[in-house]
């Protein structure tokens, strides 16, 4: 399977405690994307890699957030002091970041499910 | 914040009959994409329509764009059981206004086919 894969798919976790997710793209991809998912609701942006540099983040992403992608592969997502405000679906994206102005495809992984007790 | 709102946020239908669903958005946009999530799963792209293109095709899928009024309209022809999935509107916002490469989603349409 080449698509974008997520590791772990499902963490539960104590509130307070620290998590990370990983995401390895799809081979090639210059760009990495994350968002977050809650029920009912369509992703939200949280930040985006060209290469290894982080080129974006949201205001949502607050100080207790941190997202690498070291060596331009692989990347992760830290929360530190989780909350249960943080329960949600996080998603990671790649796209080739060669497709010409206006028709980048970004292509989804399954997702993280993060549970905060 | 949400750009998109997809229309109508729930809609069953019977195997074989058309499903159309809408999307409104409110900023100048370079594309707009399409995607299917099943229960529980990750997205799929279906289809991505640049912001000079007025319709596209794929299959059993037909997208118009309006940027005119800022809408889109998602056509799925023939549908099947195998069709019944969340469908999300997602636009990449115009460069140089602080939204490059991002996505911005809708809520969804939730589409039901019954077999």
């Known amino acids: 399977d080449t698509g974008v894969s997520q590791n772990p798919r499902h963490k539960i976790t104590k509130r307070g405690q620290n998590v990370t997710f990983r995401c390895d793209p799809i081979s090639e991809h210059n760009r990495l994307y994350w968002y977050r998912q809650t029920l009912g609701q369509g992703p939200e942006f949280l930040t985006y890699?060209?290469?290894?540099?982080?080129?974006?983040k949201s205001r949502l992403l607050s100080d207790r957030f941190s997202a690498e992608r070291p060596k331009g592969s692989f990347s992760t997502l830290e929360i530190q002091r989780t909350e249960q405000g943080d329960s949600a679906m996080y998603l990671c994206?790649?796209?080739?970041?060669?497709?010409?102005?206006?028709?980048?495809?970004?292509?989804f992984g399954p997702g993280t499910r993060l549970t905060v007790l | 914040s949400q750009q998109g709102e997809e229309d109508p946020q729930a809609l069953s239908i019977q195997e074989g009959e058309n499903a159309t669903m809408n999307c409104s958005y409110k900023?100048?946009?370079?594309?707009l994409q399409w995607y299917r999530q099943n229960s529980g799963r990750g997205l799929v792209h279906l289809i991505l329509i640049r912001s000079n293109e007025r319709e596209k095709h794929s299959g059993r899928l037909r997208v118009t764009l309006d940027t005119s009024k800022k809408s889109s309209s998602l056509l799925i022809t023939a549908s099947r059981a195998a069709d019944t999935a969340s469908y999300f509107c997602a636009t990449e916002g115009r460069w140089g206004g602080g939204s490059n490469y991002k996505l911005t989603f809708g809520k969804g349409t939730l589409l039901t086919v019954n077999p």
């Open positions: 994206a790649s796209s080739p970041g060669t497709s010409g102005r206006g028709a980048d495809t970004q292509y």
């Open positions: 900023t100048s946009i370079n594309n």
């Open positions: 890699f060209q290469n290894e540099a982080q080129l974006e």
